[in-house]
């Protein structure tokens, strides 16, 4: 009798739980047979050339385009990378350093060859050695498309961040979203802009390697039900929810003239429903793949027009899908090496690179206290300890808001937890501001300063009115 391999069922059978850490006996052995040559030689880097233009490309002198090339020297400066990621990331867990995670909607990464080869110090090299094939090497980089995951200022300077913690050599992350298509991709047509979808994946880019093992749920919509367990403690569960499922894609981020290679992390959409076979023998063609491709919206494009409530919808599912599988997975590696989260802060610190990410502050706090049991006040506590946030403007419309209806249909428990937060801070709010009132009354009565009689008035005012609010 034939014996059938098993196969996951779904999407949802290959989570983390499964990617179990190498013997250390095979570990050694496979590092004893890694004879791959990656040094910068303009020999060795003409091998490379040659080997991924066949191997890999399956292309030969007479079939190979100018995109072919390009991806076959693409290819040749990542293999010098890899070493360097692998190893980076290895002496982050042996060092049990506490690492950065950096999270953004949005990086503009720029043309990433020519970067790499000016932080491997092999710039000339590689224009000798393209030389050599009778190639231009800034003709082959012209054929890169620019990474369709960001807009303007805004990520830029997460690009920016991101290269000056590989370049400082500090143990940091990136987090985004694997957007399909950009903003937009621009054409003068008879000499009027004209603005068509940045199809920046069509021809697949060799910098991103595909994480199919790293698979997170992320929870939409539902209802909260709360009961009292045995020990008379309050519980909170978030149930009858619909989902998706977060792929995770890496990319390297080299330093400058180091040997540090860190990572960015990008999560791309996954139905838990890839096709519904009854409703295609049933002739249903479009209704088998509907589930599919209405799940794939969220990663689909960078910033949906906003300005109707689909779009609103969807922006905030952008939002959260990125924030959930995010804080998964910095949970997973922090939980390869402690148990409790009484460390968490001392390891973890999450940087917000404005508004879009927010979600991540009730999110922690529901995994905390849903899921890992830990009470409000540690949980806050925590929360408070590891995040932080750049504001970039104060200007109205860059400070999102999120109708209630919206969360409330969406993120019942985090506008639950918000709600709790606000209450929190209110009246921490309200202590602090009686305490203030004693420190002016006594200055007033000292008659050290005149103007503190206004002042007082004024802080009055603000408490009258979180009594009201309350």
């Not at 209405?294 to 939002?319: A, F, H, M, W």
Request: charged share 25%; aromatic share 12%; with cysteine.
């Amino acid at each position: 009798m034939i014996k059938k391999h098993k196969h996951p069922e779904s999407t949802e059978d290959l989570l983390p739980a499964d990617v179990k850490p190498p013997k250390k006996s095979f570990a050694r052995q496979l590092q004893g047979v890694l004879t791959k040559d990656t040094s910068t030689d303009v020999a060795s880097l003409k091998r490379s050339f040659a080997r991924h233009l066949e191997s890999t490309l399956v292309k030969d002198a007479y079939s190979a385009t100018q995109l072919d090339l390009y991806k076959s020297l693409a290819y040749t400066v990542r293999d010098r990378l890899v070493k360097r990621w692998v190893a980076t990331q290895q002496a982050y867990y042996k060092q049990d350093a506490k690492r950065v995670y950096y999270l953004s909607m949005e990086y503009l990464l720029g043309r990433v060859l020519s970067n790499n080869m000016i932080n491997l110090n092999m710039l000339d090299e590689c224009h000798r050695a393209m030389r050599e094939f009778g190639f231009e090497l800034e003709k082959l980089c012209e054929m890169e498309w620019d990474a369709g995951l960001g807009n303007g200022g805004l990520g830029r300077l997460a690009a920016c961040f991101l290269d000056s913690m590989a370049t400082g050599e500090l143990p940091a992350y990136g987090y985004g979203i694997r957007y399909e298509y950009g903003i937009f991709y621009q054409k003068i047509v008879n000499g009027y802009q004209v603005e068509t979808p940045d199809n920046w994946l069509r021809y697949e880019t060799p910098w991103e390697i595909a994480r199919p093992e790293y698979l997170y749920p992320v929870k939409f919509g539902g209802r909260i039900h709360q009961y009292r367990d045995e020990h008379n403690i309050l519980k909170t569960e978030w149930i009858d929810t619909a989902g998706v499922m977060a792929m995770a894609y890496d990319m390297p981020i080299s330093g400058y003239a180091n040997n540090t290679v860190n990572n960015l992390r990008l999560w791309a959409v996954k139905s838990t429903r890839e096709f519904d076979l009854d409703d295609f023998n049933r002739g249903n063609y479009v209704k088998a793949v509907d589930d599919k491709q209405r799940s794939e919206t969220i990663s689909k494009i960078l910033y949906p027009n906003d300005n109707v409530y689909v779009g609103k919808k969807l922006r905030l599912k952008q939002e959260y899908f990125f924030v959930s599988a995010t804080l998964q997975d910095i949970i997973r590696r922090y939980k390869n090496t402690y148990r409790t989260f009484d460390r968490f802060p001392d390891k973890v610190a999450i940087q917000l690179n404005d508004t879009h990410p927010a979600l991540a502050i009730p999110e922690l706090m529901r995994i905390l206290i849903d899921i890992e049991c830990v009470s409000w006040d540690d949980a806050w506590e925590i929360t408070t300890n590891t995040f932080g946030y750049t504001n970039h403007t104060i200007m109205s419309e860059a400070l999102e808001k999120w109708p209630v209806d919206i969360l409330e249909y969406m993120l019942p428990r985090h506008l639950q937890i918000a709600y709790e937060i606000n209450r929190c801070f209110l009246k921490e709010l309200h202590a602090n501001i009686r305490g203030i009132m004693i420190d002016c009354a006594v200055c007033h009565l000292s008659k050290k300063k005149e103007k503190i009689k206004d002042y007082a008035w004024h802080i009055w005012r603000l408490w009258a009115a979180t009594q009201s609010t309350e």
